[in-house]
């Protein structure tokens, strides 16, 4: 597949792809906000905060155990590389990074955060979501390097609805317990796994996963999970570090609002998966022209930004009326986060800018930078301010990523336009 397009079909194709894109994400904000309206109300505070704090590690672990597979996918199908063997090489890595970081999961994180859990229950949930979701993940990733969002549309809905499936099951056998649910989560993921996997097969003739982890791709792939596993811990940190420190059901009222400030940000990521790709076939042709496609998107997306942060805002009250009176607390935690969508839009399409145009190193430069003034302020804060304290780190780690990362975008450009003056 060639990623060079003219202008007029590249626009056209980001039109298409954009909706496609929006359905995609409008099934999983739906189906997304079901499955966790019913699990939360199911498990109430305490066991919602152990949960949560489960899911984001083990959904820290997914960049950085499949060493960068989903973006090589996306930047080796753009310079016309065989999609079968790139699809056999990276759901490989991604199968048993997978199953490697379960395994150093149960034996090395469930002792710390949630010794409460047996370690088989652990390792069915820690599974769950770093084999089987993060699978389900790579075949998406493998339609948008086609930018066949039409078919990720396909694969969303169809995981998002197997998701929901289990969490119903579960709350209908008279579940109650982080325990109970690991056993319907690893179901219901490793069936949406399966089946994504199954559209791949037939809309793309890919393979069934067999080719061993390649050294080359794990060499190349090493600085895009240094960056995606940043970017996540940057998102996911403070819920096992409030579990720790506050105490679960603090922490629980803490994700559940996150939760829901994340689910605001879901449509932004129909300009992101629609632009990805373009990103990397302008990074061939030069800073200016991924400058010019972060700006155009950045405007959009911090236009919806502020209409997201607005109706998380004034909606918040809602919540206990799904969640239950238990969560009455959790209409602060969502007020107090309500502008992170609006940030996290300022962010993502400068850092595709730079890794559009083979400057990985500075996006991960500036989340690392990020994740450590995270982590500090959040071990400063949270023992007198709990979740108020995390919240505040969060807000102003994610504010500071928006200054490093147009920083590097704007010294890129810089830089590329003295080349450019030096060779004329």
């Known amino acids: 597949m060639s990623g060079r397009v003219s202008a007029a079909g590249q626009e056209g194709l980001l039109r298409n792809n954009t909706v496609w894109a929006l359905v995609a994400d409008v099934c999983q904000l739906v189906l997304g906000l079901a499955s966790f309206f019913i699990l939360a109300r199911v498990l109430g505070t305490e066991e919602f905060g152990r949960y949560a704090a489960v899911i984001a590690v083990s959904t820290l672990t997914i960049p950085v155990f499949s060493f960068g597979a989903q973006q090589l996918i996306m930047l080796d199908m753009e310079q016309g590389r065989s999609f079968e063997a790139l699809w056999q090489r990276g759901a490989s890595t991604v199968l048993f990074g997978g199953l490697f970081a379960t395994a150093l999961g149960t034996l090395v994180v469930r002792p710390i955060l949630i010794p409460e859990l047996s370690w088989l ?13 993060g699978m ?41 317990s982080t325990a109970e649910y690991a056993w319907f989560s690893l179901t219901g993921w490793s069936v949406a796994a399966l089946l994504s996997m199954l559209i791949v097969h037939r809309a793309f003739a890919a393979q069934p996963v067999g080719a061993v982890p390649a050294a080359e791709d794990l060499r190349r792939g090493f600085p895009y999970a240094v960056g995606a596993g940043s970017a996540f811990a940057l998102d996911a940190i403070d819920r096992p570090m409030l579990l720790r420190i506050s105490g679960p059901s603090e922490n629980g009222v803490y994700a559940a609002g996150y939760r829901v400030v994340q689910m605001a940000i879901t449509p932004i990521g129909a300009l992101v998966k629609a632009s990805e790709a373009d990103f990397f076939s302008a990074g061939a042709e030069g800073s200016n022209a991924s400058y010019g496609i972060a700006k155009r998107m950045s405007r959009v997306a911090a236009l919806y930004g502020v209409v997201a942060g607005l109706a998380i805002f004034f909606a918040a009250p809602l919540l206990p009326v799904f969640l239950g009176d238990d969560w009455n607390e959790t209409v602060t935690v969502a007020r107090f986060l309500a502008f992170l969508p609006l ?13 559009g145009q083979g400057l990985q190193h500075k996006r991960n430069r500036a989340l690392q930078i990020a994740v450590v003034v995270n982590i500090v302020a959040n071990l400063a804060l949270m023992p007198r301010f709990g979740w108020r304290g995390a919240s505040v780190a969060t807000l102003a780690a994610e504010v500071m990523m928006v200054a490093l990362l147009w920083r590097a975008v704007h010294d890129s450009r810089s830089s590329s336009s003295q080349r450019s003056s030096e060779l004329k």
């Open 343 to 355: 940030v996290k839009a300022l962010q993502i399409f400068a850092a595709n800018a730079l890794t």
């Open 121 to 133: 229950d652990f390792a069915a949930l820690f599974g769950a979501q770093s084999v089987f979701f």
């Open 136 to 176: 389900a993940e790579f075949s998406l990733v493998s339609t948008r390097a086609h930018r066949r969002l039409d078919v990720s549309a396909a694969l969303r809905a169809g995981a998002g609805s197997v998701r929901l499936a289990a969490v119903i099951a579960f709350a209908t056998t008279g579940g109650a």
